[in-house]
């Protein structure tokens, strides 16, 4: 998946993926990304969300704070 200043892998895209549980927000997949190794996590974690939130995969409770549906 490509976003603004790279490109993810699907084991990034998995690692991302596996902290969406029940509720979460953005620095949980930011610190998943790290874990797996990407590098510039802000906008690869921006674009794995909306990327996630289109497919109705998931849901904004707030702000910053989302559902898995």
């Known amino acids: 998946m490509k976003y603004y ?3 993810l892998t699907q084991d990034q895209i998995d690692a991302g993926l596996a902290v969406m549980g029940r509720e979460f927000d953005a620095l949980k997949v930011m610190g998943a990304l790290r874990k797996a190794g990407v590098e510039k996590i802000v906008p690869a974690s921006k ?10 995969n998931i849901a904004r409770v707030t702000q910053g704070i989302y559902r898995k549906v």
């Open 5 to 7: 200043e790279g490109e």
């Open 47 to 56: 674009r794995l969300i909306a990327r996630e939130l289109k497919a109705g």
